[in-house]
């Protein structure tokens, strides 16, 4: 069964940071680009970043260039998320998915607020 686990969110102030992980399991996680969405409350679900299968090469939205670093572990079948200089902005749910394969988490709920 493909599954894909996030975990790590929370309540944060701004400024701060938390690392999201996505553990996947059910397909071989070493052959598929992986990335990080995330869907604030009223808005459409936003592609924040991606990486090569390989984890050689990533790709970023202009709104989190800078401050968000997408990694993985493909011995571990763990893709991450390091989320620094938080903004009340970034609040969110975030979920991670396996490119071309239609499998969501359940996703993580990520708070920015003083």
């Known amino acids: 069964q493909v599954q894909l686990v996030e975990s790590g969110g929370g309540l944060v102030q701004p400024g701060g940071s938390l690392r999201l992980s996505c553990a996947a399991s059910g397909f071989t996680f070493s052959r598929y680009a992986m990335s990080w969405y995330r869907r604030a409350p009223g808005k459409e679900r936003e592609l924040v970043a991606t990486i090569i299968s390989s984890g050689g090469s990533t790709n970023y939205a202009d709104s989190v260039k800078g401050r968000f670093t997408i990694s993985r572990d493909n011995a571990k079948n763990t893709m991450y998320l390091q989320m620094n200089s938080l903004k009340p902005e970034d609040t969110a749910v975030y979920s991670c998915?396996?490119?071309?394969?239609?499998?969501w988490g359940q996703g993580t709920q990520v708070t920015v607020s003083s």
């Open positions: 998915k396996a490119n071309s394969l239609p499998i």
